[in-house]
């Protein structure tokens, strides 16, 4: 009896969640969460100057799309990588709790920044600062003590 040949399997891209994120220590924790924050605030910003400049749609709404846009890729980074958590549906709705708090606050604190702060090139960088800033620190908190702890 003869084997029939066959064709190489593809390579499989490594999109396999890990185990629970219990090996991953605070220092590295905050270091992924600063890269894939810093990474995802590219987005963000990026995002939110050109649906202003250039677009010209009014604050609240270019700095709603931007967001929506930097938390969900700051999401599925630091759930694979910085947390190394499974996806799960408890997890999923507590994210989706906590950037509805996150996104109030952020865009909340920018509009009242843009429109107080005087009309200068630096505006809108201090006015998208302090409210990524603010949600940064929210979100670290609340996803490394709450979220993350989940299953």
Do not use: C
Not at 10 to 30: A, F, K, N, Y
Not at 130 to 151: D, E, M, P, S, Y
Request: hydrophobic letters at 55%.
């Amino acid at each position: 009896m003869t084997a029939e040949p066959h064709l190489p399997l593809p390579p499989e891209l490594p999109l396999v969640d890990e185990p629970g994120g219990t090996s991953v220590d605070l220092r590295t924790q905050i270091i992924r969460f600063a890269l894939s924050g810093g990474f995802s605030a590219i987005i963000d910003f990026g995002l939110y100057t050109l649906l202003l400049q250039v677009v010209g749609l009014p604050v609240a709404a270019a700095k709603s799309i931007s967001f929506i846009a930097g938390t969900t890729t700051a999401y599925l980074i630091n759930r694979r990588w910085t947390f190394q958590a499974a996806p799960s549906r408890a997890r999923f709705l507590a994210v989706v709790v906590l950037y509805a708090l996150t996104f109030a606050v952020q865009v909340g604190i920018n509009q009242v920044l843009y429109h107080v702060l005087p009309d200068e090139w630096w505006r809108i960088w201090l006015a998208f600062i302090v409210a990524q800033g603010t949600a940064t620190v929210i979100n670290f908190v609340v996803q490394r003590l709450v979220i993350f702890k989940l299953r």
